[in-house]
């Protein structure tokens, strides 16, 4: 899926994903990647200890039911986050997070395409005599 890969490689890029965060606070949509970013950090965590607080927190703040920053996921993906929260494992939000990543996909990142952050992001990497990074 070529959106998805090109997705990937925004995220991956500092400078694309400062424009892309900057692009969902001004849609009011900022949860999703932040979602996002928290299980890439999580998925680094190497103290077996820490990983129950660290994906509480994750819990509380973006999957629960009337969480600050809910995000849109279905009710069995997170019926099933919910059973995994007495003994987290590395990979718990996995299914939440693809979730995520493909309505960013499919959803904001088109938009993003079209915005004037788009437009800034690739003329500060033109000016700085960089490749074009992103195939479209």
Known sequence: MECYE????????KDGLTAFREFLKSEFSDENI???L????F???KISSQLAGKANKIYCEYIKTEAPREV???????????QKMS???IN??????????????KDSF?????????KELTKKQESNGQKKWLSF
Do not use: G, V
């Open 87 to 89: 003994q987290p494992t």
């Open 38 to 41: 928290a299980c890439e950090d």
């Open 6 to 13: 090109n997705m990937t490689k925004l995220l991956t890029n």
């Open 92 to 105: 718990c939000f996995d299914d939440a997070q693809e979730l995520i990543l493909c309505l960013m996909a």
């Open 34 to 36: 932040e979602f996002w």
């Open 43 to 45: 998925k680094k965590t």
């Open 72 to 82: 849109n996921i279905d009710h069995k993906t997170r019926d099933l986050i919910s």
């Open 110 to 118: 088109p938009r993003f395409l079209k915005s004037d952050h788009y």
